[in-house]
């Protein structure tokens, strides 16, 4: 028993010496105290022989000190061992390439890639170090030589990233895509990959490459992945028309496939604002799908669509439209998002809150999901905000919030209670509410938290009487009800009878974003002018930046000076809540390549 526990113990001591060793070896080694290091590796090396990590360790000290001829001489000798791993032939080809003896470093690579002939197991490990000494061309011989003798190898991976550092980027690119053609890993891994060399920019040398490769492999086999991928980089392209002739390829090719795929472009392009591409997507899924809800959810963005331009013309034939899609599907449990269309069309554009409160209220009775009717439940608190009975809509609001404590749609909900609360002028409600969802784990509920929180709690305690609050929270009211002249009107008093007060920039933005959607763009950008110029310390300074930016690169042609915003938020703005998107902006506006 005496004799198991020494050798316990001796056994678990030469194991911490050896970790010890170890670890001061690498220690030295990162620190460039190559002197120090060495030491160490020999103990290591003589120790355990067999380890080819700390043989390489040795050479490498070896070598960063210059010594040359021992590196050589310590890797001939492991060479005429039993257990000799070919990648030392590599080592010491390299060793001969740190003296200037490209011929005898050749003779050694070459030897190398001879093992594989008697293992092409060893494709992998001899690429590998290949690659790690930057030896591209002998890499790239390894792993197709292993490929080629033993067929089940795959290092098309491998390969790709070579292609790609030596930009053969067409190869890059064939690599990639046999590791999707045979199944080897995940298409979203090595879109990612790829999306790193393509743009936005359809004639970029890269994209027009990566378009010749996928429809060289088309012609080879015809299979839906080359339809897919194809489609997958006209997206990216934000050619939507292009990339929609791709999915009606997919859709007639695939019987009983779903318009899943063409739902998902047909928003991808609406929210880009493609609303003629969107239009046409749209409308294919009305006319050819079967499933009654695909087809709804396409009528309802088509309606969309048209409301984007709500002339009076515009709204009374949506009206139509909404009334034969009522007659057409009814009012059911699996058309919700019908009733909730329509209740918010008739609110929010006809200003008839009254039949759109008694249709959604009617829809409540229906039997749904908890989420289902937390849904109609919210639509409905809105539409009652509208009609100012703030009382109800409260009702509504807590039941959801209490509901759904967490998920995001309660979160939502606690939100709409202190939005609610701020309108009818209970603001201590409002910031109690506010403060647990200053940690939301949506960062835009998270953002517009704070800024309502900061809203009301600075002109709070500058003004006890809260007379400009009050006139902002009825301005934000008529915003929220489109009442976009009358809440300007309403802001406008406060900026003239309020001047000074903290009050003042948090008017300005709100009165440019309303003046931007009247379409006044030149007296949009003034005020933003103001918030940038006299408040550059406020907590709404980089709101107006972003908003020139906008302004700036989308309506008023001017992208210098859009890129000069988004470069104050890029360098004086790093914690805002726009600083991603400002940066890609700016590298666009740049010329950048953007991912």
């Known amino acids: 028993m005496r004799y198991f526990l020494f050798l316990i113990s001796f056994l678990l001591y030469q194991f911490s ?114 690659q790690q000494y930057a030896v591209l061309d002998y890499a790239i011989r390894a792993y197709k030589r292993a490929m080629e003798l033993k067929p089940d190898l795959n290092y098309d991976f491998q390969l790709a990233r070579i292609y790609g550092e030596q ?31 393509i743009s936005e920019d359809p004639n970029n040398e890269n994209n027009v490459l990566l378009r010749k490769v996928l429809l060289k492999n088309a012609q080879k086999n015809a299979d839906l992945l080359w339809n897919e991928l194809l489609s997958w980089l006209f997206v990216q392209q934000k050619q939507y028309g292009s990339a929609f002739n791709q999915e009606k390829a997919i859709y007639k090719r695939a019987e009983g496939m779903s318009t899943d795929r063409l739902e998902n472009l047909g928003q991808i392009a609406l929210d880009d604002k493609d609303f003629e591409s969107a239009t046409d997507i749209f409308q294919y899924i009305v006319d050819n799908s079967d499933d009654p809800r695909s087809k709804l959810n396409a009528q309802l963005h ?24 009522v007659a057409e599907y009814g009012n059911q449990s699996q058309t919700l998002q019908l009733q909730i269309a329509y209740a918010n069309f008739l609110t929010f554009k006809k200003e008839q809150p009254e039949p759109a409160i008694k249709m959604l209220k009617e829809s409540l009775e229906l039997p749904m999901g908890r989420m289902a009717l937390a849904y109609v439940k919210l639509a409905l608190g809105d539409i009652l905000v509208y009609d100012q009975r703030f009382n109800e809509a409260l009702i509504l609001f807590t039941q959801v919030q209490k509901a759904l ?65 009050k006139k902002y929270a009825r301005a934000d009211l008529l915003a929220y009800q489109n009442k976009n002249e009358q809440a300007i009107a309403e802001l406008e008093d406060i900026l003239q009878n309020h001047k000074g007060e903290k009050i003042e920039d948090e008017a300005l933005l709100k009165q440019a974003q309303l003046l931007e959607e009247q379409k006044e763009y030149e007296s949009a950008e003034f005020n933003y002018q103001k918030i940038v110029e006299f408040y550059a310390d406020g907590i709404l300074a980089d709101d107006a930046h972003f908003a020139l930016g906008e302004l700036y690169r989308n309506i008023l042609n001017q992208p210098e000076k859009a890129k000069s915003h988004y470069e104050k938020i890029i360098y004086n703005y790093q914690d805002s809540y726009y600083f991603p998107q400002a940066r890609t902006n700016f590298r666009r506006l740049r010329g950048d390549a953007i991912n």
Not at 19 to 42: I, P, S
Not at 181 to 197: A, P, Q
Not at 306 to 322: G, I, M, R, S
């Open 405 to 469: 404590k967490n998920d995001v749609l309660g979160q939502d909900a606690r939100f709409k209670v202190a939005q609610t609360s701020f309108y009818k002028g209970d603001f201590d409600w409002a910031l109690t509410q506010l403060k647990v969802l200053r940690g939301s784990t949506s960062q835009l509920i998270a953002n517009d938290a704070m800024q309502l929180s900061l809203l009301i709690s600075d002109n709070s305690l500058e003004d006890s009487t809260q007379t400009a609050l």
């Open 17 to 130: 010496a050896l970790a010890q060793e170890d670890f001061l070896a690498k220690q030295y080694f990162n620190d460039g105290d190559f002197e120090k290091a060495v030491v160490f590796y020999e103990k290591l090396v003589e120790a355990n022989p067999r380890r080819t990590d700390y043989a390489e360790g040795l050479v490498a000290c070896y070598q960063q000190l210059e010594r040359y001829d021992e590196a050589e001489s310590f890797l001939l000798e492991k060479l005429n061992e039993s257990y000799a791993f070919p990648t030392f032939y590599i080592e010491l080809g390299y060793n001969h390439t740190l003296q200037n003896h490209p011929e005898k470093a050749t003779e050694f690579y070459e030897k190398a890639i001879e093992k594989i002939e008697d293992n092409p197991n060893f494709g992998y490990s001899v690429g590998y170090r290949f």
């Open 167 to 197: 930009g053969e980027i067409e190869k890059m690119y064939q690599s990639y895509l046999n590791l999707i053609w045979e199944g080897r890993t995940s298409r979203s891994n090595v879109l990612r990959n790829i999306d790193d060399f």
């Open 302 to 325: 088509l309606i969309d669509i048209e409301l984007e331009n709500p002339t009076p013309k515009v709204l009374d034939a949506v009206e139509k439209q909404f009334e034969d899609l």
